[in-house]
């Protein structure tokens, strides 16, 4: 039995995400947010089972499309917004991809912050450019 089999709660790491969207983490933690989501039970019983297994480990995302009764499911309740975009205009399309590609330099940008501060505080040195405490003697 493995790790993830006896700890559902636990998490396993983002490294098929990261296969999925070509090794970009900020695309990965926002393809993992809808897992979660789902995994809360608010989409129904057989996506909330499908992103646990997924988020625990014990299946692969792509594993768990091809299982008949998570993908049905997935697709009558997808078929509400696909709906939705087909009566879109493309510039009301437009809008929504701008706004995606704002979210993503955001938290690219958030991502890039936090992996100073933790570089920092693993330095346990103060950053060489601050200009604090620099004398020429």
């Given at each position: 039995?493995?790790?993830?089999?006896?700890?559902?709660?636990?998490?396993?790491?983002?490294?098929?995400?990261?296969?999925?969207?070509?090794q970009?983490?900020?695309?990965?933690?926002?393809?993992r947010?809808?897992?979660?989501?789902?995994a809360?039970?608010?989409?129904?019983?057989?996506l909330?089972?499908?992103?646990?297994?997924?988020?625990?480990?014990?299946?692969?995302?792509?594993?768990?499309?091809?299982v008949?009764?998570?993908?049905?499911?997935?697709?009558?309740?997808?078929?509400?917004?696909?709906?939705?975009?087909?009566?879109?205009?493309?510039?009301?399309?437009?809008a929504?991809?701008?706004?995606?590609?704002?979210?993503?330099?955001?938290?690219?940008?958030?991502?890039?912050?936090?992996?100073?501060?933790?570089?920092?505080?693993?330095?346990?040195?103060?950053s060489?450019?601050?200009g604090?405490?620099?004398?020429?003697?």
């Open positions: 039995m493995d790790s993830a089999s006896r700890n559902p709660h636990k998490q396993v790491d983002d490294s098929e995400l990261l296969e999925m969207t070509q970009d983490p900020v695309q990965a933690k926002i393809l947010q809808p897992l979660e989501h789902l809360s039970g608010l989409a129904g019983g057989a909330k089972e499908m992103a646990q297994e997924v988020i625990s480990g014990r299946m692969g995302l792509r594993e768990a499309a091809n008949s009764a998570y993908a049905e499911q997935a697709l009558e309740q997808s078929a509400p917004l696909a709906e939705k975009w087909a009566s879109m205009s493309d510039s009301e399309r437009d929504l991809a701008a706004e995606g590609e704002r979210r993503l330099e955001d938290e690219r940008r958030q991502l890039d912050s936090q992996r100073r501060v933790e570089a920092e505080s693993r330095s346990g040195t103060k060489r450019h601050d604090r405490g620099w004398s020429l003697y």
